[in-house]
């Protein structure tokens, strides 16, 4: 039978809130092969916090199905969007083009009833020493990022650099990072001469070390002041934070930023939550606010992988475990969701998934949901129709499963697959 749904909303708050703060995300698809059919909508609920995985092979949607789940999200009403933010960390380099109208798919827009629009509320942040290089590549840039280099812990730069944590180098550097804390601000360079006062490191450590600060400074990120996560998180935008232009080997600073954040939206979301209860039983408004924020990554398995611990793994296993309560929901997008930590299949309530033929992938699909539907998944991925968009939606919430059409995105889509000409 066809039906709406509200993918994450449970039929109690069905009955207590109703269809509020819920986004469009497509139409379910009734039927197989050619037989298959659009009927009724389908809703994401936004008013709860989620862990939603994204999966599916290269090319199958799972860009275009996130950037439209944000669509909905930059479109809530002013009540609900006042107290909303979400980050993209985007490594691909795609989601800035939510500015501008999807003009070219406007005959598929038509045939469901809607137009292309540009969001002026996507904000698009580099890293400041990549501004120029961003510009050249076209890309609209907003704002641009620094951080200082006081809010990274020596274990963080250990993990940022692949150094065994426990060995000389790591060693070396935590010694002299933890010396500087003790005075005011600094920057890379003071560390740098901080280690080469050292006079029980060697010289090889020191050259190694300073090689590593060299290549960290070339990312453009740290400064002796920085910025705060309230100059990035704001109530009612998306911000993208662009990592494309960083240098393609070095995961450890896409890592490093992605750490940060998550750890200051986190912090930020506990005392806030604090204050709202405290506001509440006192009957009036809560003094400090920090917006419910939704954190995607993309290229999940790049941030929280299943094999080694990287600096944003930490972060993210916390909002994965414990986001619900501060309202921190976590939007992974991954190729493969047998390379995602199994912390976080684990915690995901909903999955959006296109076609997936590995079986390592589909088992750690298994990894979200109970038993008894594991058969069904399968069965239910294998029979999706090759349509663009089409997808199964596994709801731990409604403990449902079924397929559904995306609806297309009003905002530009710019990960397309490249064609000669
Ligand atoms: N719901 C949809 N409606 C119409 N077209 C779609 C839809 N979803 C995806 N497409 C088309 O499929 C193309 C590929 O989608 P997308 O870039 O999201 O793939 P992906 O799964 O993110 O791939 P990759 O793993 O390479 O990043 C899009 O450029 C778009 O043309
Ligand atoms: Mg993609």
């Given at each position: 039978m066809a039906y709406e749904t509200i993918v994450g909303r449970t039929r109690e708050d069905l009955e207590k809130?109703?269809?509020?703060?819920c986004g469009y995300i497509g139409k379910h698809i009734v039927?197989?092969?050619?037989d298959a059919h659009l009927t009724t909508p389908v809703k994401i609920d936004l008013l709860k916090p989620h862990v939603i995985l994204c999966s599916g092979k290269r090319g199958s949607g799972k860009s275009y199905s996130i950037a439209v789940v944000l669509e909905e999200l930059l479109q809530l009403s002013e009540q609900y969007a006042s107290k909303t933010a979400a980050v993209v960390f985007d490594?691909?380099?795609?989601?800035?083009?939510?500015?501008?109208?999807?003009?070219?798919?406007v005959q598929l827009l038509t045939k469901w009833g809607m137009e292309p629009k540009g969001y002026s509320n996507v904000k698009v942040y580099v890293p400041e020493g990549l501004k120029e290089s961003y510009e050249k590549a076209g890309i609209p840039v907003d704002q641009t990022i620094n951080l200082s280099?006081?809010?990274?812990k020596p274990d963080d730069w250990a993990l940022a650099f692949n150094l065994?944590?426990?060995?000389e180098f790591a060693i070396t550097l935590e010694k002299s990072f933890n010396h500087l804390m003790e005075g005011g601000s600094f920057g890379l360079d003071d560390l740098m001469s901080k280690i080469n006062d050292d006079?029980?490191?060697?010289q090889h450590v020191k050259n190694v070390l300073s090689n590593f600060l060299e290549v960290s400074k070339s990312w453009?990120?740290?400064?002796e002041t920085g910025m705060t996560i309230k100059d990035i998180v704001k109530p009612g935008e998306l911000s993208v934070i662009d990592l494309?232009?960083?240098?393609?080997?070095?995961w450890g600073v896409r890592n490093l930023l992605a750490a940060w954040v998550t750890k200051q939206v986190y912090d930020n979301r506990v005392i806030a939550r604090k204050e709202e209860e405290l506001a509440k039983v006192e009957n009036r408004e809560p003094k400090s606010v920090f917006p419910l924020t939704w954190l995607v990554f993309e290229e999940a398995h790049n941030f929280i992988p299943s094999d080694k611990q990287t600096a944003s793994s930490e972060p993210i296993k916390i909002i994965a475990k414990q986001g619900r309560e501060p309202g921190v929901s976590l939007v992974v997008i991954t190729?493969?969701?047998?390379?995602?930590?199994q912390e976080v299949l684990s915690q995901t309530d909903i999955v959006i998934s296109f076609r997936l033929t590995s079986r390592d992938d589909l088992n750690a699909l298994h990894a979200v949901m109970q038993t008894y539907m594991q058969e069904k998944l399968e069965k239910v991925i294998g029979d999706?129709?090759?349509?663009?968009g089409a997808a199964v939606i596994l709801d731990d919430n409604l403990e449902k499963i079924f397929t559904v059409n995306i609806r297309p995105r009003i905002s530009w889509h710019s990960g397309g697959t490249a064609v000669i000409g």
């Open positions: 809130f109703g269809t509020t703060a039927g197989t092969g050619e490594p691909v380099g795609i989601y800035w083009s939510m500015k501008i109208p999807n003009e070219q798919q280099v006081r809010e990274f065994e944590r426990t060995g006079p029980q490191a060697s453009g990120i740290f400064s494309s232009r960083v240098a393609g080997e070095s190729q493969m969701p047998n390379k995602v930590h999706l129709p090759r349509m663009p």
